[in-house]
């Protein structure tokens, strides 16, 4: 019997863990190096829309995660009064786009897509770098493998996988020339935690220059984000929940609600980043990228981590053990991801909007959309929600409704 070619996946977030299980069914030998001590990500949540459910159909774990997760869409848009500026409707998204918009704690999408790997698969504490991209041997040249530097020796592989995040040091490996990833204007907060005595629907919230999420999640815990028009680098005087009941406290319940019950450890900030000018391309050599690392873009759709999970399902069709075809990689994911990431960019000018007369007017657009009916304000996310996977063994044409 032949041997499995060899992949080294470069970051054990959700894209790389969900390439290393599509790999793997494929029928490759995977190795996910995550430089952190352990896989446990950041206390946040995160919201899977019908195009990455239907991806994860692919690798057999999108039902467990639609039963694992909360539905999300029976709320809508307020303004920081409270006042409804748009109400939305699960049952509306779900019968539109075939499935239902989810969301859940990334922790448990990283251990049931680890589950699938087999053991020793994964090794945390693993810091890499990539030395040489290798060579598929295209066009009459040499084949040659990639080569991985890790802190106990290095790894040759048919295929690496950068998933490594935002500031990806395999990205800068590939394409040195490149800029890299610029601020996005504004910085995120994130909190996971038991809200006693909360009851209230799903909502976003759009002031003058911030906005705020607050999302229950099937736990019972609740999921909350807010966003501000600030310098980057910034840090708050004293902690960053204070920071926000500076720049939340005064808005509409149960927002007051949910900072009070935030401890200052629970709450995370980070500046946000996105990938303004695309790469050149997707792959060069045996090296691919993915999710951020590939296309980084602004929270504003709920697509970054989206995305990365359709790459990695895309990734696997084309990478055929006997002859993968990274060229054709670059080719299905560049455009999508690249408008995308411009429909994002767009989106934060919208909702971060900072002029009070514009505000007005975008308020009252809001208001006239909500009033034609959910199926206006949903079109504007055809485009997006309603991918499937390549073709068959892999695309899923169930309908997910409630």
């Known amino acids: 019997m032949a041997q499995a070619p060899r992949a080294v996946v470069v970051g054990g977030g959700i894209g790389g863990l969900t390439a290393a299980v599509a790999l793997h069914r494929r029928g490759w030998e995977v190795t996910v190096l995550e430089w952190a001590p352990s896989l446990a990500p950041v ?44 109400r939305t409707s699960a049952a509306a998204m779900a019968e539109r786009f075939g499935g ?15 589950a699938r790997l087999p053991e020793g698969t994964v090794r945390t504490a693993a810091p890499a770098s990539l030395i040489d991209p290798g060579d598929p041997g295209d066009a009459g040249d040499v084949a040659r493998p990639a080569r991985v530097g890790t802190p106990d020796g290095e790894l040759e592989a048919e295929l690496v996988v950068g998933a490594d995040g935002i500031h990806s040091a395999v990205r800068r ?64 005087p004293d902690d960053e929940r204070a920071e ?17 019950a935030a401890r200052p450890e629970d709450v995370l900030r980070h500046d946000v980043h996105h990938i303004a000018e695309p790469l050149p391309a997707f792959h060069r050599g045996r090296v691919v990228l993915l999710g951020d690392a590939a296309h980084a873009m602004p929270p504003t759709l709920g697509q970054g981590g ?38 994002a960019v767009g989106a934060a000018r919208l909702n971060m909007m900072r002029s009070r007369p514009g505000i007005v007017l975008r308020n009252a657009a ?7 009916g959910p199926g206006l304000f949903l079109r504007s996310f055809d485009s997006i929600a309603d991918w499937r996977p390549p073709g068959p063994p892999y695309a899923s044409d169930r309908a997910h409704t409630p």
């Open 43 to 86: 206390g946040a949540g995160i919201s899977l829309a019908p195009n990455s459910l239907r991806a994860l159909d692919v690798i057999g774990l999108g039902d467990e995660i639609r039963e694992l997760a909360a539905w999300q869409g029976d709320g809508g848009l307020r303004a920081p009064s409270g006042r409804w500026l748009m």
């Open 100 to 114: 239902p918009l989810v969301v859940l704690h990334r922790a448990a999408l990283i251990d049931h897509l680890a």
């Open 173 to 236: 490996a590939l394409f040195p020339e490149h800029g890299g990833p610029v601020y996005s204007g504004f910085t995120t907060w994130r909190v996971v935690i038991p809200v006693p005595g909360a009851a209230f629907a799903s909502h976003e919230s759009w002031g003058r220059g911030r906005i705020w999420g607050t999302h229950p999640l099937k736990d019972g815990r609740v999921y909350a984000y807010a966003a501000a028009m600030v310098p980057a680098g910034g840090r708050a």
């Open 244 to 260: 926000l009941v500076r720049l939340f406290g005064d808005w509409h319940d149960p927002i007051p609600a949910v900072i009070a």
């Open 306 to 343: 989206n995305q990365a999970i359709e790459d990695a399902v895309v990734l696997a069709h084309h990478s055929d053990p006997e002859g993968p075809d990274f060229a054709a990689y670059t080719v299905a994911r560049k455009p999508r991801t690249t408008a995308i990431v411009r429909q």
């Open 366 to 372: 809001i208001a006239m959309v909500s009033k034609a």
